[in-house]
């Protein structure tokens, strides 16, 4: 069983708020991710980290920010949540790929954060 | 082109059958693939991970790996009404850059199996 939280799970909001979705893992995994998902469609990637201080933007456009200060946590902010934001929000983490090191670098997924900006 | 394509579904197979999920990639560089199963409203879990070309079994799961091709699949054996869900190609482990690592999903085929 993977050792990845998200919180909260579920989250209706109102336009405007700043919002802040948690992750975390105790995995020790350097890598950490953030995807966005709507209901039946694909996985989107919108940020990641390859360590402490290392964000990047992932392939799809977000007007959301990420902070990786712990290894362990790998926090996801809207200053301004609009109703385009509602989405489920889904944390992974992985290890480097290795195979003779036995690291399969598979993403280890949370529970997701599911967003409703009304 | 998409990084990852699936071939497109929905795809729908009787109880006992096999469920054959197609997968190509673009980027040769690419070193590791991966398939997910994601029930509706739940995360995507691994079901196989593959590097080495040929085949690798477990259970009633297959995955086949052609980098020639740069093709992958998944064969599942004795469907069951339980494997209904969205399958998910994913390739990585990029040697090099930054995207090194970086796991890129396909759009993901939905199975359905019917008792």
């Known amino acids: 069983e993977a050792d990845i939280y998200q919180t909260p799970r579920y989250l209706v909001i109102g336009t405007g708020k700043k919002i802040t979705l948690e992750c975390s893992q105790t995995?020790?995994?350097?890598?950490m991710y953030w995807y966005q998902q709507d209901p039946g469609m694909e996985l989107h990637l919108i940020h990641y980290s390859y360590g402490v201080n290392s964000t990047e933007k992932g392939d799809l456009s977000s007007e959301s920010t990420v902070s990786r200060i712990r290894t362990e946590h790998f926090p996801l902010t809207l200053e301004s949540a609009r109703p385009s934001h509602t989405s489920q929000y889904l944390c992974?983490?992985?290890?480097?790929?290795?195979?003779?090191?036995?690291?399969?670098?598979?993403?280890?997924f949370g529970e997701g954060s599911r967003l409703t900006v009304l | 082109q998409k990084e990852v394509e699936q071939n497109s579904g929905p795809l729908s197979v009787p109880e006992g059958a096999i469920a054959s999920l197609n997968c190509t990639y673009s980027?040769?560089?690419?070193?590791?693939f991966f398939w997910y199963r994601q029930y509706s409203g739940k995360s995507p879990e691994l079901i196989m991970f593959i590097y080495s070309n040929g085949d690798k079994e477990d259970g009633r799961f297959t995955a086949q790996l052609n980098k020639a091709s740069q093709y992958v699949s998944l064969l599942i054996r004795d469907s069951q009404p339980s494997d209904s869900a969205t399958y998910l190609c994913a390739g990585g482990g990029r040697a090099g850059g930054t995207s090194y690592g970086k796991l890129t999903f396909g759009q993901g085929t939905i199975l359905t199996v019917h008792p």
């Open positions: 992974a983490s992985s290890e480097y790929f290795s195979p003779r090191g036995g690291n399969t670098g598979e993403l280890f």
């Open positions: 995995m020790g995994h350097d890598k």
């Open positions: 980027d040769r560089g690419s070193q590791s």
